[in-house]
């Protein structure tokens, strides 16, 4: 191999890289992608100790993690998609010292041929399940990425079916993007990315439209789509574990009324973020600062308020135990929490909650109106469980006068001692001493 058409990747002579076949267009992997390529290495003396050719089996690796050779992760990210090449590797670039035997010897120089068969996007998502992809189109070596709270400033261009459907400059804090538009996706794969760098990302419905779609830009519900990003700018976010407590106190407010902003908004998503921001800064010392104590408190409450805004009423119910346990006579969190009850028809710790909010605060008509609710439906629940249990008594006392003899109550009825009516009244009478006993 002519030393001219060697390219020195690791500008010491140590990884040399010398082109067989040209790639196609101008993309090469990134680090975090799931390259896949097949390759034939061999001695210097032309041995082949391994090949992915001969089992046909496509080897596959991520980029720039340390899971191979070093040679490998950097010849490999300088590839295009179908490029062919070879890959002189000095000993510590490779195996070093130890070698691997017994294919490779110590102090071993090592050639590769390589074939660039494509790659797939780093994972980005939560749960690594590849729904959101990104693809580095244009890296960068500044390494200021998103934190939280952090002011963010970005080009995006979405596609969907090969249309744009949006192409703008934003600005947000970062956590906040939902208030303009930013979908969950695109705004968890800005947190990875450098200022200047320009990124291709993939996001799946879930973390993009959703089951609801978007009308206006005209994409059916669960859809896939895809954005450009250029991460132009980014603060820096805040640094908690540098806080005091009055800090965090100050910092925790500040949160507040941003959530309360939302609220008016009547973004319950955003305000609920916020206003657990808020909680998880406040210092821990509700116990002894009443101050902390007042303002955990009004939290735990908002936070109940926009879930049962929201429908959640499960979620509601447990910010109004959290206030309860700081403030056992809180009337909002009782008067809330049995709203809550009484949605999800706990009907008993309903009423017990509301009677508890009277007894607080004794002209309190919106309670008493609960109470008076909370009553009419239990009767009406116990109501229907007479009617179950008596339709269950008649339907045994019918198999009952297939397979007994006549009873004494049957006879005294057909001599006309013991109506009809008088069974029913002595059966509902038994019901009621049952359910008595039952509650």
Known sequence: MPEENKIDLSGDGGVLKEILQEGKGTETPHSGCTVSLHYTGRLVDGTEFDSSVGRN????FPLGKGNVI????????TMKLGERCFLTCAPNYAYGAAGSPPAIPPDATLIFELEMLGW?????SPNQDGSIDRTILEPSDKKRTPSDGAFVKAHISGTFGGNVFEDRDVEFDYGEGKAIGIVEGLEIALEKMNIGETSRIKIQPKYAFGA?????FKIPPNSAVEYTVKLLDCGKGLEEWKLSDEERLAEAKAYKEKGTNYFKKE??????????????????TADTNEEVKKVKVATHSNIALCHQKSNDHFEAKQECNAVLALDESNVKALYRRGQCNLTINELED????FQKVIQLEPGNKAAANQVIICKQKL???KNKEKKLYANMFTKLAANDKETEPPRETDVLSKCGEWSEEDA??????????????MI
């Open 57 to 60: 089996e496509p080897f596959e």
């Open 70 to 77: 070093k040679a490998f992760d950097m010849g490999v990210a």
């Open 120 to 124: 797939k996007g780093e994972d980005l």
């Open 212 to 216: 609801e779609g978007n009308e206006e």
């Open 267 to 284: 973004n319950w998503a955003l305000a609920i973020k916020m206003y657990t921001k808020c909680k998880n800064l406040l210092p821990n």
């Open 350 to 353: 309903a009423l017990e909650d």
């Open 379 to 381: 009767k009406e629940s």
């Open 424 to 437: 029913k009244r002595e059966a509902e009478l038994t019901l009621e001493r049952d359910n008595i006993i």
